[in-house]
C-alpha cells in the first residue's frame, strides 16, 4: 500500500517562512534536511521506506516551498532556521538525517553550538 502524500506545515523563523513536510506515524519522529541545492520532497523515497514512521522533511530556506528572502544564506542562520523548526514543533526526541548541507545542519542543531561560519 502507497504511503499517503505529506502535509504541509509553514513555520515562520526569523526572517524566513520554513515548508516542513510530514508523514504520519509513530514511534521517534525522523527529521530529514536535503542537501543545496534541492529540497524536502527529494525524501519521498525515504519516507516511504519509513510506512510506520513519523517522518518530517524541511525545505531549507531558500529552497522548495520555504521563502527565498535576500542572500546571503549563511550555514549558521540555516541552523538557527532548522533549530526553530524543530523548537516549534515540539520535538524533543528525534533522529535526524542529513545528506551534505543538511548533515552539518543536523549535526550543528544537535550540537546546540552555534559556529560562525
Known amino acids: 500500500m502507497a504511503r499517503k502524500q505529506p502535509s504541509l506545515r509553514e513555520i515562520q523563523v526569523a526572517g524566513a517562512t520554513i515548508a516542513t ?5 509513530e514511534g521517534t519522529p525522523i527529521l530529514l534536511v536535503h542537501a543545496t541545492g534541492l529540497h524536502g520532497r527529494c525524501w ?3 519516507a516511504a521506506a519509513l510506512p510506520d514512521r513519523q517522518v518530517l522533511a524541511v525545505d531549507v530556506r531558500g529552497h522548495g516551498r520555504s521563502s527565498c528572502p535576500p542572500p546571503p544564506y549563511r550555514w549558521s542562520h540555516l541552523a538557527q532556521d532548522l533549530s526553530e523548526v524543530v523548537e516549534r514543533l515540539g520535538l524533543e526526541q528525534v533522529v535526524g538525517v542529513g ?8 549535526t550543528r542543531v544537535a550540537a546546540g553550538t552555534p559556529v560562525s561560519l
Open 21 to 25: 513536510w510530514e508523514w504520519e506515524g
Open 44 to 46: 519521498d523515497r525515504v
Open 99 to 106: 545528506h551534505s548541507m543538511g548533515g552539518h545542519l543536523v
